[in-house]
């Protein structure tokens, strides 16, 4: 298991960008998967991107073209920089990290992102 601290949510205007960032502690970073997922009141929580540990990268359909997820190894931080935010992209963002060998994984406490004018 280990700890997920996110970062960077915010309120931006539609077209806008935000950069959002997740640091893990308490494991090793490189063995896991590590993903974001969303959840807006009243809907489930769905995977928005998730990278590999070799780099591979996953993304929703609703967010392909405008998002890219990023890991630096070094820092144990996951990024996902998302742009032309438009305000279906509201919702609580939320880090996971899936270890890839025990297939446990742990949750971040999420941030909030609200794209309004």
């Known amino acids: 298991q280990v700890d997920l601290v996110e970062s960077g949510g915010g309120v931006v205007q539609p077209g806008g960008s935000l950069r959002l960032s997740c640091t893990a502690s308490?494991?090793?970073?490189?063995?896991?998967?590590m993903g974001w997922y969303r959840q807006a009141p009243g809907n489930q929580r769905d995977l928005v991107a998730h990278?590999?540990?070799?780099?591979?990268?996953n993304y929703a359909d609703s967010v392909r073209g405008r998002s890219t997820i990023s890991r630096d190894n070094a820092k144990n931080t996951v990024y996902l920089q998302m742009d032309n935010l438009k305000p279906e992209d509201t919702a609580v963002y939320y880090c996971?990290?899936?270890?890839?060998?025990?297939?446990?994984?742990?949750w971040g406490q999420g941030t909030q992102v609200t794209v309004s004018a």
């Open positions: 996971n990290a899936l270890n890839m060998i025990t297939r446990y994984d742990s």
């Open positions: 308490g494991g090793e970073f490189s063995l896991y998967q």
């Open positions: 990278i590999s540990p070799g780099g591979s990268t």
